[in-house]
């Protein structure tokens, strides 16, 4: 099909690729807990809804970098990721979603910003962006390239609704029409090709700036996806799609194998970012 992730192939041919990276859980409060601090979820207790609130009492890897004199700055576009939750720990700026998923167009420009006037220091930046998270709003020349014509009788949150239906029924996918399902496929992969855009402007800031030969770029997920797998639709459910996330790390000094343009098959945890992180930065 065609290519939805150019620039995610770009960071891949100057990084590592690990094929076989997993999320500690299937889903962002907990998961996004684990990988800003190295814990596991038992150990950092955000395990449900009524527990979803990020200890004080835990270690963050932007409260490390902060100590040792990084300037540091957090952005998110998932409303589970706010200063309300406790997720701003370390951050000397950081931006949460007021309402609702804002997509990358209304973050990533700010983040570019802050980075433009920090380019001169140690920084840590962290960016989490959500365009390939329902409700789909791809940018139109992505969904012009990749969705075909909506469906009629295709709500405009069909994802959403179906995903309510199958995640609490196990409603059978041959309930959801062809038209529907490749609707649906096909809205992601648009929203895909959107969150990929994005990364290309950060990618390109970096080059502007000449800092990608001494910036650490670390391309992760906090859940995968079920696009009808397991009559499943979204995040939900303990199946490797909800797990299996994608990982790509491009150290400019290669450290520990991870050079440019490797793959690695071996089994890969996304809670291992920040000791990985933090033993690279000595």
Same mark, same amino acid.
């Given at each position: 099909g065609p290519e939805t992730t150019p620039q995610l192939t770009r960071l891949a041919e100057h990084g590592?690729?690990? =094929?076989?990276a997993q999320s500690s859980s299937s889903w962002t409060w907990p998961s996004t807990a684990s990988l800003l601090t190295g814990l596991g979820v038992d150990e950092h207790g955000v395990r449900d809804a009524e527990a979803c609130y990020l200890n004080g009492s835990v270690e963050t890897l932007s409260e490390v970098l902060q100590a040792r004199g990084y300037t540091t700055a957090g952005y998110s576009g998932n409303p589970l990721i706010v200063a309300e939750r406790n997720y701003d720990q370390g951050f000397e700026f950081f931006r949460g979603s007021r309402s609702?998923?804002?997509?990358?167009?209304?973050?990533?420009?700010e983040a570019m910003s802050w980075m433009r006037e920090r380019r001169g220091e140690r920084f840590f930046l962290y960016l989490h962006l959500i365009d390939p998270h329902d409700p789909h709003h791809p940018m139109p020349e992505f969904e012009e390239q990749f969705a075909f014509a909506q469906p009629e009788d295709f709500e405009d949150h069909g994802m959403t609704r179906y995903a309510k239906a199958l995640n =609490?029924?196990?409603?059978?996918?041959e309930q959801v029409p062809a038209t529907h399902a490749r609707r649906i496929d096909?809205?992601?992969d648009a929203s895909v090709a959107t969150g990929d855009h994005w990364l290309g402007v950060v990618l390109d800031t970096l080059d502007d700036l000449n800092l990608s030969d001494e910036t650490i770029v670390v391309f992760t997920s906090d859940h995968g996806e079920q696009l009808g797998d397991h009559h499943l639709l979204g995040k939900m459910g303990y199946f490797d799609q909800s797990y299996h996330i994608p990982m790509i790390v491009r150290d400019p000094e290669a450290?520990?194998?991870?050079?440019r343009g490797n793959v690695v098959q071996e089994?890969?945890?996304t809670i291992d970012t920040m000791p990985t992180i933090l033993n690279w930065l000595g």
């Open positions: 590592t690729l690990f =094929e076989e609702g998923f804002t997509p990358s167009s209304s973050i990533v420009p =609490e029924d196990s409603l059978g996918s096909n809205i992601y450290r520990a194998d991870v050079s089994f890969t945890e």
